[in-house]
């Protein structure tokens, strides 16, 4: 039974990142809802509550009993936690007079207490909280004070709970991954031991067991997600995996070619489907993105499903679906708001009578490419920058035609190539060229033009949760600018996009 972690989720936007750094010190661990807990079985080995953007004096405060765990399982709480556990458990929590928000260094650290162990006095920690704990019961000990904050940390005498003000997730706490591996080893007694080579061998005997000699359609995209969800399938069912690759005429320049070769020199059992038009003709006229992603989903569907038809027998539906998705359909106030149409996260329509097998549901896209270089993928599948499900369309702002998208795949490979070339390629997270449906003048030798506009979009990021924009080198993006108004014929100027997520979202649409 593999051990684990759970993180009750109360909220907050560092929640993720505290599934992250635990990740990284191999330990398996779950977000789950703080009003959605699981039961507790043996293979859990500690609890982690996180912060959140309430605050326990509101009527309306989010509430976990931890009484009922925290004699038997070690716990740690995390700003929202300790406050938490500390005002409800005889103690009080009160407004602090100034925020505080911001680093801090911790000036008392109790002598030998396990939590801070290899933690030096003066440690820098990230505070962000308008509350503090101005009192703790009888039975809490203080084990860690700054100038401002007294109760930085505490523990319950006698038991493995814990309760901490500031941030060990973020960076800018210096010795917060020493803080976590305390907790999660030395409290817990976890044994390290979830590593991609680990994951791979369990999935795929789960996979066996789960499929049997059931047969399984997979849609590629070209990606990583997919592509590693379809080795891992295929190293479990062999010749029972079907992938198909749909080209919807809204691929990167002679894509669909490319992926299909790199996909057959892996061995996968994969047909390929030109259905350009079929797109084309659904998108005509449509300029609203929601519409647009719509139609393409539609259109997908259907051709997807014409596709699976043709295999007889197929009783499961494939997908790459992985972590972070999940996670936003199941959040603290329900599924989250609709920014924009997502990713199917184990929804189909009625008519597409199919089980879901999702492989990668508990990876996030980091731990995906760890996975996928064990599985021995090629490295530029790994390493290609995401991109949307409903491709150049929405990065086609207003309505799409076959003569905008050749344009954009024009100015894209351009960028891409340019970027390779380089060698910022794999610096950045994720890139990509937009048709701003805006004419601007410009002079081409003697005459004046009225044409289009390129934007170019480039960020850095880890899961694309958060963004910020690329610092690309001026002479390498004036390279990129004269190329593309030289060679693409109907652009006459380029910009670039500097702004972060938030409040920017990375695509334009």
């Not at 008519?351 to 990668?360: D, G, N, S």
């Amino acid at each position: 039974m593999q051990e684990k972690i759970l993180i009750l989720d109360f909220g907050s936007q560092f929640t993720q990142l505290i599934a992250r750094r635990v990740r990284e010190l191999n330990i398996y661990c779950e977000i789950h809802p703080f009003n959605k807990v699981p039961e507790v079985d043996e293979s859990v080995k500690g609890i982690i509550l996180s912060g959140s953007p309430y605050s326990v004096r509101q009527d309306d405060a989010p509430h976990f009993e931890f009484i009922k765990h925290h004699t038997t399982l070690p716990i740690l709480g995390v700003c929202y936690g300790a406050q938490y556990m500390a005002h409800f458990h005889g103690g009080e929590v009160l407004a602090s007079s100034t925020r505080e928000y911001g680093r801090a260094n911790l000036d008392y650290i109790k002598p030998h207490n396990v939590l801070f162990k290899d933690v030096p006095a003066g440690s820098q920690v990230w505070m962000s909280h308008g509350d503090t704990i101005a009192r703790i019961a009888d039975d809490f000990e203080i084990i860690a004070s700054t100038d401002s904050v007294k109760v930085a940390a505490y523990q319950i005498t006698g038991t493995k709970t814990y309760g901490i003000q500031f941030h060990p997730e973020v960076t800018h706490s210096i010795d917060g991954k020493q803080l976590l591996q305390n907790f999660l080893v030395d409290i817990c007694g976890c044994s390290q031991d979830w590593t991609p080579d680990s994951f791979i061998e369990t999935t795929i005997a789960e996979l066996k067991a789960k499929l049997g000699d059931d047969k399984v359609v997979l849609g590629l995209s070209g990606g990583v997600d997919s592509s590693v969800a379809a080795v891992l399938l295929h190293q479990a069912i062999g010749k029972n995996l079907h992938c198909i690759f749909v080209d919807n005429g809204l691929l990167r320049k002679d894509e669909y070619q490319s992926v299909l070769d790199s996909y057959q020199h892996m061995g996968l059992n994969i047909k390929g489907i030109d259905a350009k038009q079929r797109f084309y003709d659904a998108l005509a006229g449509i300029s609203d993105p929601e519409k647009k992603r719509k139609a393409i989903g539609r259109v997908f569907i259907e051709v997807f499903d014409d596709a699976a038809h043709e295999v007889q027998g197929v009783s499961w539906l494939g997908q790459g679906t992985i972590y972070p998705d999940v996670i936003e359909s199941v959040s603290v106030k329900g599924p989250s708001a609709t920014i924009k149409s997502h990713h199917n996260v184990g929804g189909l329509p009625d008519f597409m009578k199919l089980k879901v097998v999702e492989p990668l549901n508990t990876l996030f896209k980091d731990e995906v490419r760890r996975v996928g270089k064990a599985l021995g993928i090629d490295p530029n599948i790994l390493g290609r920058h995401p991109f949307p499900g409903p491709g150049l369309a929405i990065r086609i702002l207003g309505d799409v035609t076959p003569e905008k998208v050749d344009i954009l795949q024009q100015a894209d490979a351009i960028y891409i190539n340019n970027l390779r070339s380089g060698g910022v390629y794999d610096k950045v997270w994720q890139a990509g060229a937009i048709y701003l449906p805006v004419q601007s003048v410009g002079v081409m030798g003697d005459e004046r033009t009225y044409e289009n506009v390129i934007c170019l979009r480039a960020v850095e990021s880890l899961d694309g949760m958060t963004a910020d924009w690329c610092h690309l080198p001026y002479d390498l993006l004036a390279k990129i600018s004269n190329e593309i108004i030289n060679n693409v014929k109907g652009i006459n100027r380029v910009v670039y996009d500097i702004s972060s997520k938030p409040p920017a979202t990375i695509e334009w649409e």
